[in-house]
């Protein structure tokens, strides 16, 4: 069974930092290109950082300099270390996997993130 699993969320005040974890169980994340995506209230969701089978990584403007994405393919498991948290960071954060190659597309069930005061 296919299964992406996101942990660390919480509620932290501002500047504060938190770390999102994303455990996949089912299928090996070596061949997946792997991303953080997130979802305010009332908003679309949106992606905020990718990182390829290669280790390149790419983000969201406004969380570029203050969000990092990672990998550990043994671990089998994908992070996100968030600092200096902002209010506008609120939001449901999900993991996905994506293999464009053969249309493969998983996603967890997201945790969530409140930043206030």
């Known amino acids: 069974q296919v299964q992406l699993v996101e942990s660390g969320g919480g509620l932290v005040q501002p500047g504060g930092s938190l770390s999102l974890s994303c455990a996949a169980s089912g299928f090996t994340i070596t061949m997946y290109a792997m991303n953080w995506y997130r979802q305010a209230p009332g908003k679309e969701r949106e992606l905020v950082a990718a990182?390829?089978?290669?280790?390149?990584?790419n983000y969201e403007d406004s969380v570029k300099g203050r969000f990092t994405i990672s990998r550990d393919n043994a671990k089998n498991t994908v992070y996100l270390q968030m600092n200096s948290l902002k209010p506008e960071d609120t939001a449901v954060y999900y993991c996905n996997a994506q293999r464009q190659s053969v249309g493969y597309n998983y996603w967890g069930q997201g945790t969530r993130v409140t930043v206030s005061s």
């Open positions: 990182i390829t089978l290669t280790e390149s990584t």
